[in-house]
């Protein structure tokens, strides 16, 4: 059974910094492609953020380039999110997702992910 839980989310100011975390229970975060995406209200889920987990190789949307970093710790078997310069546009509810597969063409899209945590609020303003 996989159970992605995401924390660290919360409430900054415009510039601010916040790192948020996802540990991983019955998926080890060495595997296939592990992911963060976010979804503000009344808009589509997107892609924040992915990373080639075998390959150490990261993926960002080009929006977030050079503002976030996306890394794991594979003996905590956690996937962390570094946010900085965060911005109002920022503002969402931010998951982390996982598949066995990992190529560049499915990397940053949502409907190629079998498994998701529940989520954690970012607010900026």
């Known amino acids: 059974h996989v159970q992605l839980v995401e924390s660290g989310g919360g409430s900054v100011r415009p510039g601010g910094s916040l790192r948020l975390s996802c540990a991983s229970s019955?998926?080890?975060?060495?595997?296939?492609?592990m992911a963060w995406f976010r979804q503000a209200p009344g808009k589509e889920r997107e892609g924040v953020a992915a990373?080639?987990?075998?390959?150490?190789?990261?993926y960002y949307a080009d929006s977030m380039k050079g503002r976030f970093t996306i890394s794991q710790d594979n003996a905590k078997n956690t996937l962390y999110l570094q946010m900085s310069g965060l911005e109002p546009e920022d503002t969402a509810l931010y998951y982390c997702a996982a598949r066995v597969r990992c190529f560049g063409s499915v990397a940053l899209n949502k409907d190629a992910y079998n498994y998701w945590g529940q989520g954690t609020q970012v607010t900026v303003s």
């Open positions: 990373i080639n987990s075998g390959a150490n190789l990261p």
């Open positions: 019955g998926y080890s975060v060495r595997s296939g492609c």
